[in-house]
């Protein structure tokens, strides 16, 4: 018996430690009210007001996954921390996570005149609108007043239970419908919350190899208010 135990634990723990892929194709991006004018801006139209937009939004709400659809439309380059800002835009340009500053305030200050000046766009995304980004020069601040912010916004409860769904097939996992409307009320209303859930979940429910079920998403409420 206690050989058929540890073996359902090594079992576990290799499901435990099996990576998840999460979805990131056009088809996988849930669109709502909270998100449809970015989805327009940067999937529908193709006439935009500025060289430069800026996408913000809070953590996990989906602008890595917009920002990468558009740059796969367009074949667009895509830059984060550690990357090299060109010195002459020649192409199309992702700048990720640019309200932290990573490439300083004189790189950002150069890519943007030369956007203005360019056929080129640039998208830059961030969790803050750029008039709360902290600068030190008001050269930046006026080039990035030039620029076209949207917003992702607060998820409506449609949003959230869509966004719960994708990430439990994700995992290819399968809930009752009731299980997430039960969760809703109870939840911080933030992507990053549904994110952590469905995590938190997941890993519960493969810990005790049963379903995911009212009682495991009450531990894994409980479980992430304590952080």
């Known amino acids: 018996m206690t050989n058929d135990n540890n073996e359902i634990k090594k079992a576990h723990q ?15 991006f849930v669109v709502g009210a909270g998100n449809k004018n970015a989805y327009d801006h940067f999937l529908v139209s193709n006439e935009w007001p500025a060289q430069v937009s800026v996408l ?15 740059a796969n439309h367009i074949n667009a380059t895509r830059l984060s921390a550690g990357d090299d800002l060109p010195e002459i835009l020649e192409c199309d340009l992702l700048v990720e996570h640019a309200d932290t500053l990573w490439m300083g305030e004189t790189g950002l ?9 360019s056929e080129h766009r640039v998208v830059l995304t961030a969790s803050l609108h750029p008039n709360e980004w902290v600068l030190q020069t008001n050269d930046v601040r006026s080039r990035l007043r030039l620029a076209h912010s949207v917003e992702i916004a607060a998820l ?7 966004l719960f769904v994708k990430l439990f097939d994700d995992r290819q996992v399968q809930v009752e419908p009731s299980l997430i409307s039960y969760i809703l009320p ?13 995590e ?3 890993e519960l429910a493969l810990s005790r190899g049963k379903a995911i079920t009212k009682r495991v998403a009450a531990e894994a409420l409980a479980e992430l208010a304590k952080d």
């Open 200 to 202: 938190k979940m997941d």
């Open 156 to 162: 409506d409860d449609a949003h959230l239970m869509q």
């Open 56 to 70: 913000f939004g809070p953590p996990k709400s989906g602008k890595t996954h917009l920002a990468g659809i558009w």
């Open 14 to 28: 290799l499901v435990l430690d099996l990576p998840v892929e999460t979805a990131m194709g056009e088809a996988d």
């Open 109 to 117: 200050f150069n890519l943007l005149n030369q956007a203005m000046r």
């Open 186 to 198: 109870r939840m911080e209303r933030s992507p990053a919350q549904v994110v952590a859930l469905v």
